[in-house]
């Protein structure tokens, strides 16, 4: 299929469509909007279910529903909208069933701002609702990526009954590229034996995610940390650009890992041997990759658009073994690529580790915020 | 297996599940009400429940159909998502007052209003009876609960919500009534309600809903017997029975 | 290869469905192409502005904060493009809706009287084509026949009669601003 000009936005919808889904229940918030519009008038076309809920809780219940009968149903919402549908995230997950959801993420806390940020990296990958679960989440840093993780996303969330969670930022959402569309799958529903759509001569199925006996929910907790670790061992998804021979390695998801792309290029036109590392699934996180590249690596430099929540993860793959810096831009805003640049520049120009190999441990999160106090 | 000298038996939408409703609660006369309906009307093997948070949380175990298990005060939304991906079913909620009228009020108007093509069994019994007795939305002027101490005082803690009245205003309704279940004649009235309920749903006509009058001795603090009165005596001119809205092609529902 | 290019200029002035045409134009021809809006509060009658990247290899940021070129429609755009123009950049000026000259001697600024240009063609919505046209005096990788091709390729069907309008208002802002640089000292 011929490339076209896409908004991610409508790309993420249409490529769920084409993915075969069947119901969108979602509600109006910037910069996720075209989601629902696009849908709102694809969906009814199609003769598929579309709702514009009452709220994002409505919203997150009639996915529950619907992913109880066994479709494929998402939601999309954006930052605040998406802290509303934690509780029914919480009971999707306690149910084991499969369900999509889209944060096209905005600067917050709180009401914040319409502008691109990934400071839900926290609450998409450590929970966010209550109780002790895990989840999938992609992170895509282009509109062709979103449409390929679209797909992906419900083979996930049914592969390991598991929400899959898919996180921009709102430039991505709002950003239009070239890309080339998935043919149309059938929809056809898969008969899951574990699915409430009525029992029509078969045992009646329950689904619910209540275990009142907690020895029984503890055996649930187990039963998702067992699947969570075949998620860990199959699903890990990344991208490296010029690692081969870098010692200076820079981490970024999402659009963070896109603009350290042009830093890069730039550095390795200057002469500095760096590469970059971009997540695609920030859940599982790619702790092994990462940590095999302590091997060759003199500094991290992990680049987000919060202040540092995907960080802590890259601290844990490292363990101390390679110093890692932090450069981020929290609260809306995108950062320039000069500014990545002149990180990798200040890495390589004034080395961290000390000549005997011991490495001089500063925390990243304050000497960066440190240096921005100063610029300020 | 019936004999000639039955009178009462297990309906067949019932498991074997003995339910956990408290002595004198008319919770189990309201499920074998729904029971009886899904038995007669041969739907029970297409029909999905929702269950609510409350005291019918385990309505799941009583009825042997597909049924799952809502957060609380999301049932609506839940049905909204089944009934829309699945039309051909049945598809049912069972809420208390707590559930549908306090956290859930959202959910049930805007349910109703969009017409879902679902039925809705409201118990009203006037408080929160999972967590021993609180004040509900539902709850009478001047009753003490367990967080209205010195009885509820309207100035401080507001009105009753009338939930029927207030939904019958909704174009999306097609059947919303009111019943009580403390006599055996206001229980054939309601079990003829529930059964027009499914109905409505059964012809794709528009949202409805049975709000049932019941008792609660145990956070009420009286016998089962008063309870029965107290319904007759206070309840029901607080919360009038009647019809609140049939549409005209209800009405025609032979049954 | 990669250019950035930031179009900007007052909502309703076709500022990003000018640079929706150059990203087509770009991706017709094989390249890598990234367009990206302005959105947020500012949307809402103020200035809009979108940054179209142009490149023969994976694109990385889709902004840019010192551009080599763009497109002032108006004087807030003027005001504020001018300061972060890369050194040696070109900046397209709509000459029709400032009334100063450029401040800084590093830079190319290309005065070109779109509104007037597009009014003699006859449609004064055309003025972001002028201002198209003569960016592409600035923009070799980019031809006028490219962005003619992606105009008919990608133009609502009820809006194709619109077409050789659309072509006068490329050539005459590409002429316009040829007619300029000739008057740049070499």
Request: aromatic letters at 8%; a negative charge.
């Amino acid at each position: 299929m011929p490339k076209e000009l896409w908004k991610g936005n409508e790309a993420i919808a249409e490529a769920a469509v084409r993915a075969g889904l069947e119901a969108y229940f979602g509600y109006p918030i910037t910069p996720q909007t075209e989601i629902l519009e696009y849908l709102s008038r694809r969906l009814p076309e199609l003769g598929r279910a579309f709702v514009q809920a009452e709220s994002e809780l409505g919203a997150i219940n009639m996915v529950y529903g619907a992913a109880c009968a066994g479709v494929r149903v998402m939601s999309s919402s954006s930052s605040p909208g998406v802290s509303l549908m934690m509780e029914g995230l919480s009971y999707i997950a306690g149910t084991e069933i499969p369900a999509v959801l889209v944060n096209v993420m905005r600067g917050g806390p709180g009401l914040g701002n319409i502008a691109p940020a990934q400071a839900d990296y926290n609450q998409a990958v450590r929970g966010g609702g209550h109780g002790d679960y895990p989840r999938i989440v992609l992170a895509p840093a282009s509109v062709q990526e979103a449409i390929d993780l679209m797909a992906l996303s419900f083979d996930l969330a049914e592969k390991y009954r598991m929400i899959t969670m898919m996180i921009l930022d709102g430039s991505v959402g709002q950003m239009m590229e070239p890309a080339e569309m998935p043919a149309m799958q059938e929809v056809h529903r898969k008969n899951f034996e574990w699915a409430t759509n009525g029992a029509m001569n078969r045992e009646r199925r329950i689904l619910s995610s209540i275990y009142l006996n907690p020895l029984d929910e503890e055996q649930t907790n187990l039963r998702l940390l067992r699947r969570w670790q075949e998620v860990q061992n199959n699903e890990v998804r990344y991208k490296e650009y010029f690692l081969d021979d870098a010692e200076i390695i820079v981490i970024g998801f999402g659009t963070a890992g896109r603009v350290a792309l042009s830093a890069v290029r730039e550095a390795r036109a200057l002469g500095i041997k760096v590469g970059l590392f971009r997540p695609i699934t920030v859940s599982p996180f790619p702790f092994e990759a990462l940590s095999q590249l302590t091997g060759q690596a003199r500094a991290f430099l992990v680049t987000e658009m919060n202040m540092g929540q995907m960080l802590d993860d890259v601290l844990l793959a490292v363990r101390g073994r390679v110093p890692v810096e932090f450069y981020g831009r929290p609260g809306g805003v995108v950062p320039f690529h000069d500014e990545i640049l002149d990180e990798i520049q200040r890495i390589h120009t004034a080395p961290i580790a000390s000549p005997l190999g011991t490495t001089v441990h500063t925390n990243p999160r304050e000497s960066w915020l440190t240096r921005m106090t100063q610029r300020a | 297996m019936t004999t000639p000298n039955l009178v009462y038996e297990r309906p067949e939408a019932f498991t074997e599940m003995p339910t956990h409703y408290c002595p004198g609660c008319t919770h189990g006369v309201a499920h074998r009400l729904v029971a009886e309906v899904l038995e007669e009307m041969k739907i029970i093997d297409r029909t999905i429940g929702v269950a609510p948070v409350g005291c019918a949380v385990f309505a799941y175990n009583y009825f042997d159909t597909d049924f799952v298990e809502a957060p609380h005060g999301r049932a609506p939304a839940m049905a909204t998502g089944i009934k829309r991906v699945l039309p051909d079913r049945v598809v049912f909620t069972y809420q208390g007052d707590g559930d549908l009228a306090s956290i859930g009020m959202g959910e049930i108007v805007h349910a109703a209003a969009r017409g879902e093509n679902i039925t809705v069994i409201f118990i009203n019994n006037a408080n929160f009876g999972m967590t021993g007795g609180q004040m509900a939305p539902t709850t009478l002027p001047g009753m003490k609960t367990t967080s209205s101490p010195n009885g509820r005082d309207v100035e401080t803690q507001g009105y009753p919500i009338k939930v029927s009245e207030m939904l019958s205003t909704l174009e999306g309704v097609g059947y919303c009534v009111r019943r009580s279940l403390h006599d055996p004649k206001n229980i054939r009235l309601a079990k003829k309600a529930i059964r027009t309920a499914f109905e409505t749903q059964v012809r794709g006509l528009g949202f409805s809903m049975v709000e049932l009058l019941s008792t609660c001795p145990t956070n009420w603090g009286i016998t089962p017997v008063n309870s029965l009165k107290f319904v007759e005596e206070h309840m029901v001119p607080a919360y009038p029975l009647g019809d609140y809205k049939i549409s005209d092609a209800i009405k025609q529902i032979k049954i | 290869m990669q250019k950035e290019i930031i179009i900007a200029g007052f909502g309703g002035q076709g500022v990003l469905f000018g640079g929706q045409v150059l990203a087509y134009a770009a991706m017709d021809t094989g390249k890598d192409v990234t367009w990206i809006p302005s959105y947020g509060p500012e949307m809402r009658g103020g200035t809009a502005n979108c940054t179209v990247v142009i490149a023969d290899h994976e694109i990385g940021s889709p902004l840019v904060k010192n551009p080599p070129l763009a497109i002032a429609l108006n004087l807030p755009s003027f005001d504020k493009y001018e300061e972060t123009l890369a050194p040696g950049g070109t900046l397209i000026v709509n000459q029709s809706m400032v009334d100063r000259p450029a401040k800084r001697s590093d830079i190319h600024a290309i005065f070109v009287p779109c509104n007037e240009i597009a009014e003699e063609i006859g449609d004064k919505k055309l003025m972001n084509m002028v201002a198209m046209g003569a960016l592409l005096s600035a923009l070799p990788e980019v031809t006028l026949k490219d962005v003619e091709k992606a105009l008919e390729g990608h133009l609502p069907a009820r809006h194709k009669h619109l077409l050789p309008k659309n072509y006068e208002a490329l050539k005459r802002g590409f002429e316009s601003a040829q007619k300029e640089w000739d008057k740049v000292p070499a």
